[in-house]
Nanobody, 116 residues
Framework: QVQLVESGGGLVQAGGSLRLSCAAS????????VGWYRQAPGKQRELVAR???????NYADAVKGRFTITRDNARNTVYLQMNSLKPEDTAVYYC??????????WGQGTQVTVSS
């Protein structure tokens, strides 16, 4: 079992940037997919970005061109660089690692608030 701890959230003005980090208690290399999801008040959790072990990525249409996901297997950390933030990006952001063999794990979430 792996534990995930997100950090880097906070309050930022529209147009600003934040970088979220997700530190894992163990190796993330064995997990095929790492990703970031978000959940706004009254809405379902949705995919923001994910990356496979091989480096393939996919992003929600709403964040394409503004957000970038990276994974540092040596540091067991997943990052989400968020630029040109908008008020509609306000949500709790969750880190996820997933693999058919090793399981599916979530962090506790970090709040991102973008003011207009």
């Amino acid at each position: 079992q792996v534990q995930l701890v997100e950090s880097g959230g906070g309050l930022v003005q529209a147009g600003g940037s934040l970088r979220l980090s997700c530190a894992a208690s163990g190796s993330i290399f064995k997990y095929n997919t790492v990703g970031w999801y978000r959940q706004a008040p009254g809405k379902q959790r949705e995919l923001v970005a994910r990356m496979t072990r091989g480096g393939s990525t996919n992003y929600a249409d709403a964040v394409k061109g503004r957000f970038t996901i990276t994974r540092d297997n040596a540091r067991n950390t997943v990052y989400l660089q968020m630029n040109s933030l908008k008020p509609e990006d306000t949500a709790v952001y969750y880190c996820n690692v997933m693999d058919e063999r090793w399981g599916n794990y979530w962090g506790q979430g970090t709040q991102v608030t973008v003011s207009s």
